[in-house]
């Protein structure tokens, strides 16, 4: 167990609809990262937050937004979902953020849309 | 930019033979390398990593890579393999150097490695 926490662990929906990842980074941890993984693109990131801001911003789509809140947990918004969305999303988080870093994962919420 | 590759999909091994998932990377500087893990329905575990200093480090799990410069490569091995060993293993670079910002990982696309009994 990592210490990271993703609800829910799974989410079935419909295109067009619009629904909210969980993240509880490790205690301590104030840096979240939020990736993508399906089966044509492999894992990719997403965004990091850090102690409430953004840092960087990797292959996010503008349908998807993200907030780091002040008990620094983190939502990913996903809206005007699409099959193609259809992934597991991981949250991770580190200390600080820092490249030597290393990033822990949550067990990951699994997304069907339909 | 950086990169990583795993130039194989699936390896297979028995039990109690040594086991080499493969790793190839490109960075414009020196690289950070990670390996994790990932078991059916769970998220992504860290075995390791290299940052700087012996080419070689051990992790979890009885697992340990060779970073190997002139290669640009960082294969992960372990002498005697497990069933339980069976999973999926990404390894994973981040370049220090990258201006970008984006400062993330890049993973490769996973090498699916099966212990057979």
């Known amino acids: 167990d990592s210490g990271v926490t993703q609800t829910p662990k799974h989410l079935i929906t419909a295109t067009g609809q619009r629904v909210t990842l969980r993240c509880s980074p490790r205690?301590?941890?104030?840096?979240v990262y939020w990736y993508q993984q399906s089966l044509d693109q492999g894992l990719q990131f997403l965004i990091q937050?850090?102690?409430?801001?953004?840092?960087a911003k990797g292959n996010i789509l503008e349908r998807f937004s993200a907030q780091q809140f002040p008990d620094l947990h983190s939502e990913l918004n996903l809206s005007s979902l699409e099959l193609g969305d259809s992934a597991l999303y991981f949250c991770?988080?580190?200390?600080?953020?820092?490249?030597?870093?290393?990033?822990?994962f949550g067990p990951g919420t699994r997304l069907l849309v339909l | 930019a950086q990169s990583v590759a795993q130039p194989e999909d699936q390896v297979n091994v028995a039990e109690g033979n040594p086991l080499t998932v493969k790793c190839t990377y490109s960075?414009?500087?020196?690289?950070?390398l990670f390996w994790y893990v990932q078991y059916p329905n769970r998220g992504l575990q860290f075995l390791l990593k290299?940052?700087?200093?012996?080419?070689l480090v051990k992790g979890s799990y009885g697992f340990e890579a060779e970073f190997n410069k002139s290669q640009t490569s960082f294969h992960l091995k372990k002498p005697s393999a497990l069933v339980s060993d069976s999973a999926l293993y990404f390894c994973?670079?981040?370049?220090?150097?990258?201006?970008?910002?984006?400062?993330?990982?890049?993973f490769g696309t996973g090498t699916r490695l099966t212990v057979i009994p």
């Open positions: 991770a988080s580190s200390v600080t953020g820092g490249v030597q870093e290393t990033q822990y």
């Open positions: 205690s301590g941890d104030l840096s």
């Open positions: 937050y850090y102690n409430g801001e953004e840092r």
């Open positions: 960075v414009s500087g020196n690289p950070y």
């Open positions: 290299y940052i700087t200093g012996d080419n």
């Open positions: 994973a670079v981040r370049d220090p150097g990258d201006q970008t910002g984006a400062n993330n990982l890049f």
